[in-house]
């Protein structure tokens, strides 16, 4: 267990027994306990940034010993809220600007697992993550990356993490945890990659954190028994009712690409006790965080789906807290530290004020307390390193030399537009001039994954119901390695978008059939951008523009690709070392057997 340090704790006593003067009172508020259930009138006291007593009326009297009385009129006063998992990079914001767009949501803490930098850039991309988020007026805990790469030997990355990096990066004073072990298979299996890595945690006072997709009966509960604590990957809900039951922390996600709270409060909603259910975010456009908000959308839509508010308020708070082990953060309650929100609708859920470490650092959705900018040399560093490819190399090759007939391939298929889980088929098509032919089927599309750090590694395949692409789109966010992959019809279209992601350091990039049509840059990691929410929002908004321009109509065609990477989410995806059966943890070829 964990406590946030106390800066004098016979200071805060004399402020509890009202014998010294305090520095904060909020009366006229409605306060929410957290620990009974109970909603009532409240007085609040704060001292040193920590709510030092809660007195169970209004007050309006008996307030000369404080500092400063901030009168609630009657809002709700709420805990600040805490993401229980977030990738700040998915938002494509460095984390000073991640932090200036999601403070007046009333986020106050998060949880964030940096491993899509450290996939691009080792250890020294976790220290930069660390270091640019201190300072703050929130907290940005970081979680150690144990996904990198997320699947060894199955993909390659720029980097490699083993338990010798988590004891280095353990000494870290906001490390909390270890990131989400996404080898969900080498925890059931008791690999020796994936047991070192808990155990390093575990020696250095971290929880360990889940990610564990449709896994029931023996298989879940080995890989509860092998460490992790939290699961956030549930998408339905006869999962989320088997995880709460296994004694899991359920952490329901609604991000930019994933929306599965409803599904999730489906199979929780009739359980009597829901203590372990948390909220998070995962991964989150800024377009999403300036226009839906952050954790409070979270919060708006499992009330929506019939949460009771105050439980709500405690999954996005409380509950949190004690999954990461820290015993005084998540209420609103002596002893406690005092970050607060002040909200007038707990179902519109939209902060009048923010408060962090009882200070005013929000109110009515802008900051009111300055981040300071800080440049890093890590921010100006191009990570794109491909090795030269030509238009051949964009072409798929019909195996033994193959110049006619028909050939056998193995296809991954998505189930849907709108989600990241693919099966396989194995199909016949037509070859041309030594070269597979899709053109006479527009659901079918080329996929080229490019290692882009420094080595010859490349796959070149197809996917089947990945969504319109009349001409190409390629990115360099690719979760969770990261390297180039690039879909498209045309192999010179596809030449053209690689072309354009080498020389801007990274991003995403579209092209149509005869011509480059747009290129969001984001050279920090080739996953981020300097530039601020505002900006990144409009530029990632129109380049979603493009996308469906040239037929991408997806539910959000911007991370369309994304989902083409992941390793560790079933059932078939691509890495630059080949097709990756994901249940069954082993590469296999494009072409089956003829």
């Not at 890590?378 to 019909?398: G, K, S």
């Not at 994954?449 to 119901?465: E, P």
């Not at 990115?475 to 879909?487: E, Q």
Request: glycine letters at 8%; charged letters at 25%.
């Amino acid at each position: 267990m964990k406590r946030i340090a106390t800066p004098d704790r016979r200071e805060l006593l004399k402020a509890a027994l009202g014998t010294i003067k305090t520095d904060l009172a909020v009366k006229n508020a409605q306060y929410l306990n957290l620990f009974t259930g109970e909603k009532y009138p409240a007085t609040i006291f704060i001292h040193h940034g920590f709510v030092v007593h809660v007195e169970d009326k209004d007050l309006e009297a008996g307030l000369d010993n404080v500092t400063e009385v901030v009168d609630a009129k009657g809002a709700y006063i709420v805990p600040g809220l805490i993401d229980a998992h977030v990738h700040i990079e998915s938002s494509m914001l460095t984390p000073r600007n991640f932090a200036e767009a999601v403070i007046p949501t009333g986020t106050t803490t998060v949880v964030t697992d940096p491993h899509e930098v450290a996939n691009v850039a080792g250890e020294e991309a976790v220290r930069y993550m660390h270091d640019a988020g201190l300072d703050l007026p929130m907290r940005q805990w970081i979680n150690i990356p144990s996904s990198v790469p997320a699947v060894p030997g199955l993909e390659e990355a720029g980097a490699e993490f083993d338990a010798s990096v988590i004891d280095r990066l353990a000494k870290l004073p906001n490390v909390i945890g270890l990131a989400e072990m996404m080898d969900y298979k080498g925890v059931e299996l008791g690999s020796d990659r994936t047991i070192s890595m808990i155990e390093a945690a575990e020696r250095n006072g971290l929880y360990v954190q889940g990610h564990v997709p449709n896994e029931f009966g023996r298989n879940l509960s080995a890989y509860v028994v092998g460490g992790p604590t939290t699961d956030h990957e549930t998408r339905t809900a006869a999962e989320a009712k088997s995880k709460l039951r296994s004694g899991l922390y359920l952490d329901a996600r609604e991000s930019s690409m994933a929306k599965n709270i409803a599904e999730i409060w489906q199979g929780v909603k009739d359980l009597p006790w829901r203590d372990r259910l948390a909220l998070c975010t995962d991964d989150r456009e800024a377009a999403d965080l300036l226009t839906s908000g952050h954790l409070n959308h979270v919060v708006q839509q499992v009330i929506a789906n019939g949460m009771p508010a105050i439980e709500a308020v405690r999954a996005s708070s409380l509950h949190a807290a004690e999954e990461l082990g820290v015993t005084n953060l998540g209420a609103i309650a002596p002893g406690y530290v005092a970050d607060f929100l002040l909200v007038r609708d707990l179902a519109e859920f939209k902060p009048e004020q923010v408060y962090f470490g009882g200070k005013l650092v929000a109110e009515n959705g802008k900051m009111v307390a300055p981040i300071e900018p800080k440049l890093f040399e890590i921010e100006t560093r191009n990570t794109v390193n491909i090795l030269p490819l030509e238009l051949e190399d964009f072409q798929l090759n019909a195996p033994n030399g193959q110049q006619d007939g028909t050939v056998k391939i193995n296809v991954p298929t998505y189930t849907d537009y709108n989600d990241s889980m693919t099966r396989l088929q194995v199909e016949e098509l037509p070859v041309k001039d030594g070269i597979v032919d899709i053109s006479a089927d527009p659901d079918l599309a080329y996929v080229i994954t490019v290692n882009r750090y420094g080595k010859a590694n490349k796959t070149v395949g197809l996917i089947r119901h990945f969504g319109g692409v009349e001409g190409a789109v390629g990115s360099t966010v690719a979760h969770d390695h990261h390297n180039m992959m690039i879909v498209y019809r045309f192999p010179a279209a596809a030449k053209r978008v690689y072309e354009a992601l080498v020389e801007c350091g990274g991003g995403i990039s579209c092209s149509d059939e005869t011509h480059l049509l747009k290129t969001l840059e984001l050279p920090v990691f080739g996953l981020m951008t300097s530039k601020n929410a505002v900006e990144t929002a409009q530029e990632g908004e129109a380049m979603k523009k493009v996308l469906q321009g040239i037929g991408l109509d997806t539910l959000n065609p911007l991370l369309r690709i994304v989902t083409l990477g992941l390793t560790v989410i079933p059932e078939f995806k691509y890495s630059d070392l080949g097709l990756v059966d994901v249940l069954a943890s082993k590469l296999m070829p494009v072409f089956p057997e003829q």
